[in-house]
């Protein structure tokens, strides 16, 4: 590969982080060239069908950012590659508590200064080939999957299925679903060759959307002219669909159609593989780095830790010359998934939920690190299958993946046995979390859910976890044990049993069960990457999914506990469930909640609350803030948070931990 830089700018306005001094960010391009026979491009679905250059190798290119030390010897010599979730820098948003953004120069965007401060090279390379322009996303560049894999052949075509969520005032959408994602345009603007149904629940019967009521097109105009009104058009588009009456809020609409011209999208994964080899390994003037690496690790978040994962299983955690390429790897908030890099995949769209995208094929066996067997199918594997280069793993995940992801999969065959987990993986469970914690969060609102969004602050356990991983792979220090829910300690429990122990909260809805998984047929041309849809669902054959076991007041007790969930305010769920007119009653796509303590005896008697109230917990706000401090400090003693984290714990504490919190107690 070759890389080029093409910009150098000043970050944080120069500050000095520590040791490493001050940093600065590097903008470019990386040019790949990949062999489509060799062995390590095999699991690439469509690979065969890349048009080549006059060379035989398939080229492609994508953008790449590097933040590192300005007096590179003053760095720790270690590689922080960030997958970047649908093109977007997020690492220094989790492990910084920084400001969002995709081009990083502010003191803002450098937050707390975490990773600078530990020396760290952060590194951003495109690996999504599906994202449009926009925003400041990352973009790789792919070929399209052509008949015989010539350059002149015809694209391939084949059916696309994409669902949609009704929302008010919505009647056009493009056909991948995302504004930010390119659509597999359609062959044919027939109506009649594609169909568009609809449904309340993911299991709910599909309801044909009669042809004359929506059409291949899209909307253009919306000025007003002369006072006859807005001037807009409709204009046909076979990358668009457009209901005139709109999408009825709260509906699944599912589209299946002919498209063409898929991308070869696995080739994202070479991309990763042959950047971070080029960047630890390449002696030559073109590498920026060059002779200042000695450790590479890597982390994702919900998708990229999907990605993270099928990187691991499909074995580019190997170069081309056998070389490990992470160390390390910190795949987060995964769930049981992996990549969908099927043949018309949308890498985009969410794994699937219990209500949205519940068919996305980012689920499938292995789930677990360790050996495990199919009882579907017979078929024994892991994610771990190859001991030279696998990395070290530490996998973290928050109440939600329990629910929606499939998480207890993990670290259970596909009965629900507890697994043994490899001596080479970490597990942590952040007890009471939900999928996407806000390190900046302010208070807490519903949206279309019944219950505010949960609050609980984890952002700490980011660094302390990375600085874990570097004194695993660096000192052959081992980290704390695995902490997950299992079944021999009873704290894994099966949706009967749950509902034995959550608390009769007046007014509060339950979940009828966490995301179900039966086993779902996609035709024999599966296994080669081509789906049938919609799959056919065989409801008698199902993986057993599993959920934490709670205490009294609806808390999870398994797992890492932050300190605001082992002192705490509310009842904190991974869950939260859509509110009437918005698919009522299903959970809602990855969010948590929060179910507030009444704030005195008087309040919870009036209300019939089961669960102490503030006031009975705690005698003052000083003694709030002590729980806090001695539960930060316990944590920190294991080595879940680190000592700034725990003077940041018991500080938020101080107003009980407003504004997430809103408690009516001097």
């Given amino acids: 590969m070759r890389l080029e830089i093409g910009q150098t700018l ?65 760095g720790n010599r270690r590689l922080f590659f960030d997958w970047g979730n649908r093109g977007n820098k997020r690492a220094l948003q989790y492990f910084n508590d920084a400001a969002p953004g995709n081009l990083p120069l502010s003191r803002a965007q450098a937050g707390n200064g975490f990773l600078m401060r530990r020396g760290y090279t952060v590194v951003w390379g495109a690996w999504q080939g599906d994202l449009l322009p926009g925003d400041g996303r990352m973009l790789l560049d792919l070929p399209v999957a052509r008949r015989g894999g010539a350059a002149d052949g015809p694209p391939v075509t084949g059916q696309v ?28 603007l027939d109506r009649r060759r594609a169909s568009l149904t609809r449904r309340r629940y993911a299991g709910s ?73 080029f960047l630890r390994h390449d002696d030559g003037d073109g590498n920026p780095l060059r002779g200042g690496i000695d450790f590479a690790y890597g982390w994702g978040r919900s998708q990229t830790g999907r990605a993270i994962r099928d990187f691991i299983h499909r074995g580019f955690n190997a170069d081309a010359q056998g070389r490990p390429v992470f160390d390390g790897l ?12 099927n043949r018309f995949a949308n890498l985009t769209v969410a794994a699937g939920q219990q209500y949205e995208d519940h068919f996305n094929p980012a689920d499938s066996f292995p789930f677990a690190y360790a ?34 992801r499939r998480g207890s999969l993990v670290h259970t ?13 970490r597990i942590y469970a952040w007890a009471g979390s939900q999928h996407a914690a806000d390190p900046n969060m302010g208070a807490p609102a519903k949206g279309i859910c019944q219950q505010l969004g949960n609050v609980l602050a984890t952002s700490a356990l980011f660094r302390a976890v990375l600085d874990m991983l570097d004194r695993w792979v660096t000192e052959g220090v081992p980290p704390p044990p695995s902490a997950v829910p299992t079944r021999a300690d009873g704290t894994l ?64 007790l398994a797992g890492v506990r932050v300190p605001m ?88 504490a101080a107003d009980w931990h407003a504004p997430r919190h809103k408690v009516e107690l001097p």
């Fill in 205 to 277: 019967p599909r309801e044909p959307v009669p042809p004359d009521q929506w059409r291949f097109a899209r909307t253009e105009g919306g000025v007003g002219l002369d006072m006859q009104g807005a001037d807009v058009a409709l204009v046909p588009s076979r990358e668009n669909l457009h209901i005139p009456a709109g999408f009825q809020p709260g509906w699944i609409y599912e589209l299946i159609y002919e498209a063409e011209a898929p991308l070869v999208l696995g080739l994202g994964h070479a991309a990763v593989r042959d950047l971070v080899s």
């Fill in 330 to 341: 910190l795949p987060h908030v995964a769930g049981a998934g992996r990549l969908n890099t």
């Fill in 371 to 404: 050996p495990c067997t199919d009882h579907i199918t017979g078929r024994t594997d892991a994610i771990l299958t190859r001991p030279a280069t696998d990395p070290k793993v530490i996998h973290t995940q928050t109440a939600t993946e329990y629910w929606q």
């Fill in 10 to 74: 000043v970050f944080a306005e120069g500050r000095p982080f520590g040791a490493a001094g001050a940093y600065e960010l590097l903008l470019g391009r990386a040019y790949y060239e990949v062999d489509p026979a060799a062995p390590e491009q095999a699991s690439i679905v469509d690979i065969a069908l890349a048009p080549p250059g006059a060379d035989g190798l398939v080229h492609f290119a994508g953008d790449v950012a590097i933040l590192r030390p300005l007096d590179p010897s003053r």
């Fill in 413 to 425: 065959d596909t009965e629900g046995h507890d697994l043994p987990i490899p001596p080479g993986v």
């Fill in 161 to 188: 299925r994409t669902e949609f969520i009704g929302r008010p005032g919505v009647f056009t959408q493009p056909l991948s679903g995302w504004a930010s994602t390119r659509s597999h345009s359609a062959v044919s």
């Fill in 493 to 556: 429990v099966a949706m009967a049993d749950w509902r034995l122990q959550f608390p009769a909260i007046p007014g509060v809805m339950t979940p009828f069960g966490p995301s179900d998984f039966p086993a779902w047929d996609y035709g024999p041309e599966a296994a080669q990457g081509v789906l049938r849809e919609p799959p056919v669902v065989d409801a008698s054959r199902r993986y057993a999914v599993l959920v934490p076991a709670v205490d009294g007041d609806g808390n999870e």
């Fill in 565 to 652: 969930l082992a002192a705490p305010l509310g009842t904190y769920t991974g869950w939260n469930l859509r509110a009437r007119g918005h698919g009522h009653g299903a959970m809602h796509e990855f969010s948590g909640g929060t179910i507030p303590f009444a704030d005195t005896a008087e309040e919870r008697a009036i209300t019939s609350d089961p669960r102490p109230a503030v006031a009975e917990r705690y005698a003052d706000r000083a003694a709030y803030v002590a729980a806090i401090a001695a539960y930060a400090a316990a944590l920190s003693r294991v080595g879940f948070l680190l000592a700034e984290d725990v003077a940041r714990a018991e500080a938020a």
